[in-house]
């Protein structure tokens, strides 16, 4: 199982929105709508932001969200805070009933 | 809420097995699946397995396949990862991570465990 493909890195200035891809297969992201987000800071453990494509946890801003398009899935930060600086990657449930992240995109924060 | 608390840094020798464990408080243990992540130094996530306790029950992925085990022990609450035949690559963070019966996203993370494979 591949990892799936995120850009290495993403930015943007205080106030603007940003996208992150998620590109897999039909035997991951396009097969299920199993794609979760994780957001990373240096030295912590990865955090929840979305699940099931496109829902929030409880206590995630409205500012992130998800979306997905065939094999390729999505996140959107909007209205970038300095906070948001960190490392996003995404992950499926896939066909052979086993999970994959992505390669992992460093998002900065101008 | 739950927590997930693993055990401390371990240093191995290459050709060495490593065993990290994960207790879980403030939840059903046996109603989850405990999945374990690993990191290496600069790197992403890698997904390497996950067991339902309730069912006794582990799968892995391919990358690991003989090398890794993982088991649980419902009467404390604690998920144990093994990992064999250690090499260099093998020096990472690992965490265990759960996801709620029937999900497939990690809501609760533990706080990672360093392992470094060095001679």
């Known amino acids: 199982q591949s990892a799936l493909t995120q850009p290495a890195s993403v930015s943007g200035s205080p106030g603007q929105s940003i996208t992150i891809s998620c590109t897999g297969t039909?035997?991951?992201?396009?097969?299920?709508?199993?794609v979760s987000w994780y957001q990373q800071h240096p030295g912590k453990a990865p955090k929840l932001m979305i699940y099931?494509?496109?829902n929030r946890p409880s206590g995630v801003s409205n500012r992130f969200s998800g979306s997905k398009s065939g094999n390729t899935a999505s996140l959107t930060i909007s209205g970038l805070q300095a906070e948001d600086e960190a490392d996003y990657y995404c992950s499926s449930y896939t066909s052979s009933s086993t999970q994959v992240f992505g390669t992992g995109t460093k998002v900065t924060v101008l | 809420q739950v927590q997930l608390v693993q055990s401390g840094a371990e240093v191995k020798k290459p050709g060495s097995s490593v065993k990290v464990s994960c207790k879980a408080s403030g939840g059903t243990f046996s109603s989850y699946a405990i999945s374990w992540v690993r990191q290496a130094p600069g790197q992403g996530l890698e997904w390497m397995g996950r067991i339902i306790p309730i069912l006794g029950i582990a799968n892995y992925a391919q990358k690991f396949q003989g090398r890794v085990t993982i088991t649980a022990d419902k009467s404390t609450s604690t998920a144990y990862m093994e990992l064999s035949s250690l090499r260099s690559e093998d020096t990472a963070v690992y965490y265990c991570?759960?996801?709620?019966?029937?999900?497939?996203?990690?809501?609760?993370w533990g706080q990672g465990t360093l392992v470094t494979v060095s001679s």
């Open positions: 039909s035997s991951d992201v396009g097969g299920y709508n199993y």
């Open positions: 099931d494509v496109s």
């Open positions: 991570a759960i996801a709620a019966a029937g999900v497939h996203y990690f809501d609760y």
